[in-house]
């Protein structure tokens, strides 16, 4: 956070380190004769009062109406969480749990993920989620060809996940039935059973010259046409564990509230936003507002991405109160996570929907 955060003294940080530290343990404001008798140092209330005073007119703090205590704003947490908190030691339990879940390295990611979940989930006490991107690379292992009349005919594509795609191919000029056929085995021979972002540019013109001058202009656009149609397969999966945990929290106590939540929860599509559009191979922390979604303002979202060839294939994280554990939370994420990316990197894992090798 730079600068704004420079003219803290480390009295104050004591002091805002202590009320943060507190207000997580036990949800309530925190006051000068706490703080008096738990500091360690000692320093006199009224300095204290002085001290949280000014470290809310900061905007680092907030006072609750009808309380003495303070409690830590938004800005509070985030200077927190980036500049105060100790690292979380794991203890030999958690770090058991978290080995037993990554031990078989063949396991699916989804399967992966969502155990990471319910294992986050039961450690921290938060809702656990697991995002698994569409990682799997289709491909086509047939074509074949059906005319359609003068100057178009229609691409039909046989996928390895067993579905059919169609495209209606445009020409615009005379396409004998040789020609035709001749294009089908081209594609057939090329383009089968291929990840088609290999396929490079001196095959494409291998293919141009093997169809013969009719159909080469077509081998372009075919291509690109094919790599859109097995592109637009697949979806995100967003899924939560422990969506109950919420209620724990006077966070969540507002029942209109709580059913806005939980229906942005069930829909999904605005939290796979953040997560898909978040920053790789790094902790992701969006404290209360700093969420796009409006209705978890009051809320913390914490996860971490899987990457594969630099692209994100899924994700673990939380979601809870801002008057979140972040410590053992970010421990946590990022130990499994890191866990799960070093199998990605080092072992083939079975990704979603492929099958599984022998």
């Known amino acids: 956070m730079g600068n704004e955060f420079s003219g803290l003294s ?3 940080k004591l002091i805002l380190k202590a009320i943060i530290d507190a207000h997580i343990r036990g949800g309530e404001p925190v006051g000068s004769k706490y703080l008096t008798q738990n500091l360690p140092i000692s320093i ?36 927190y969480v980036d500049s105060l908190m100790k690292s979380y030691e794991m203890t030999m339990n958690e770090l058991a749990e978290l080995n037993r879940l990554t031990k078989n390295k063949m396991e699916r990611l989804d399967s992966i993920l ?3 979940a319910q294992l986050m989930g039961n450690l921290t006490n938060y809702t656990a989620l697991a995002f698994k991107g569409k990682s799997r690379v289709t491909v086509i292992t047939q074509f074949r060809t059906m005319r359609m009349g003068m100057g178009k005919f229609l691409l039909i594509m046989m996928t390895s996940e067993e579905n059919v795609q169609t495209k209606v191919i445009n020409h615009g000029f005379e396409l004998n039935d040789t020609a035709l056929e001749r294009l089908e085995g081209v594609l057939n021979k090329h383009l089968c059973n291929v990840n088609l972002e290999s396929v490079t540019l001196s095959e494409i013109s291998d293919m141009e010259r093997e169809v013969g001058y009719e159909a080469a202009p077509l081998i372009s656009p075919i291509v690109k046409g094919v790599y859109d149609v097995i592109n637009t397969g697949g979806e995100d999966e967003l899924k939560f564990a422990g969506v109950d945990r919420l ?36 902790i992701n922390v969006y404290i209360g507002s700093e969420n796009s979604v409006d209705v978890m303002n009051n809320s913390t979202l914490i996860f971490r991405t899987i990457t594969q060839n630099d692209k994100v294939v899924g994700a673990i994280g939380v979601i809870g109160p801002c008057r979140m554990d972040y410590s053992k939370v970010i421990a946590t994420i990022d130990y499994l996570s890191r866990n799960i990316q070093q199998m990605m990197d080092q072992d083939k894992m079975l990704l979603g929907n492929e099958s599984e090798e022998e």
């Open 247 to 282: 209620l724990q929290y006077p966070e969540f106590s507002d029942v209109g509230k709580f059913r806005q939540l939980l229906g942005a929860i069930e829909k999904k599509d605005d939290i796979l936003d953040i997560v898909s559009h978040s920053k790789k191979d790094e």
């Open 44 to 79: 006199s209330s009224a300095t204290i009062r002085n001290e949280m005073s000014e470290l809310e007119e900061m905007g680092f703090l907030e006072q609750p109406h009808t309380s003495a205590g303070r409690v830590p704003s938004e800005y509070g947490y985030r200077f």
């Open 10 to 12: 480390d009295r104050k």
């Open 114 to 116: 969502e155990g990471a």
